[in-house]
């Protein structure tokens, strides 16, 4: 079993660039599809950006497409998502997945971290 946990959130002003990490324990990074997601209160969490098992594809929501960025560091077993030319409405609790398999998905995630907030003012 893999124990992820993030780090990187803060409060940025609109336009700046963040860049998330989730870390890893337990297991390698590389035997999971991984997944960012985020949510705001009283909304559904929404599916940001995923990677495959094999580092070869990458997917993005509509709403972040040309501005974040997924990434995995086998070395360190961390997964990325760098974000950039953010905007108020990118603020959320931001949160990393994995689950097993090969593809991309943006459900049936096994495993959570904990979340890092992010918070874009305008």
């Known amino acids: ?10 409060l940025v ?15 390698t990074l590389s035997s999971y599809v ?4 985020r949510q705001v209160p009283g909304k559904e969490r929404e599916f940001v950006s995923g990677l495959s098992r094999s ?12 501005r974040f ?7 360190k077993n961390t997964v990325y998502l760098q974000m950039n030319s953010l905007k108020p409405e990118d603020t959320a609790v931001y949160s990393c997945a994995a ?12 495993y959570w971290g904990q979340g890092t907030q992010v918070t874009v003012s305008s």
């Open 1 to 10: 079993q893999v124990q992820l946990a993030e780090s990187g959130g803060g």
């Open 13 to 27: 002003q609109a336009g700046d660039s963040l860049r998330l990490s989730c870390t890893a324990s337990g297991r």
């Open 34 to 37: 991984l997944g960012w997601f």
């Open 55 to 66: 580092g070869g594809s990458t997917y993005y929501a509509n709403s972040v497409k040309g």
């Open 69 to 75: 960025t997924i990434s995995r560091d086998n070395a």
């Open 99 to 110: 689950k097993g398999g090969t593809s991309v998905v943006t459900n049936l995630y096994e």
